[in-house]
């Protein structure tokens, strides 16, 4: 049994100004939150001196994150989920779009395998 | 070149109680974060009914996420940094040990390989 999945993206050679943008950023990553199934607790974003965008949304499922270099046209994203339902996927391919990726990559780790049923301690 | 490195954490046999409380758990996390040499931006959490605890740390230098499961005695702790100074290593031990964590395990991903010098878009 598996408790989570974390998704672990890279989105390479996006457009440098779309992923400097706050609100762009902001606005997308909560929509693919949304894409995926996934119901919206808080999102919290910042700003960097002189580029580069982070932000968290806080999902009832667990978070989406970004991280942004827009020097390098790149985005690290991760998508951590406790619902076997949702359809990261979709959020994935929904981003690359509007980060106008050209190389995108990403592995799936499985977060709290085994560990139901273990020894407990109160 | 590597921009960033993901750790991901698995904290299993943790006390439950530790783990359930927002308080407690928002403190440690955030302590931890310094520990490892981070700047704090922005903290925000949410306890869960009937239980367990979502919770993001953003840092200048990427986050500190922890999403855990009181009723299997488990934690799923990541840490997103782009600066190869912080000690990470210190700030699990640090968790490890308020969390009451018996089996602890945990790999380093590394974000933005080569993305340096890549075709560029504005």
């Not at 902001?26 to 607790?41: D, M």
């Amino acid at each position: 049994m598996t408790l989570g999945w974390h998704i672990i993206a890279e989105f390479e050679q996006c457009s440098r100004s779309s992923i400097d943008n706050i609100e762009y950023v902001e606005k997308h990553l909560n929509e693919s939150a949304k894409i995926a199934g996934a119901t919206i607790v808080k999102s919290v974003f910042h700003k960097f001196a002189p580029q580069g965008v982070s932000g968290v949304v806080v999902i009832e499922e667990s978070h989406f994150a970004i991280h942004t270099w827009p020097e390098h046209n790149y985005a690290a994203v991760d998508m951590f989920t406790c619902s076997e339902y949702m359809d990261y996927d979709k959020a994935l391919v929904y981003l690359k779009e509007k980060f106008g990726c050209k190389v995108f990559k990403h592995q799936v780790i499985k977060r709290g395998e085994n560990v139901v049923n273990q020894p407990s301690e109160v």
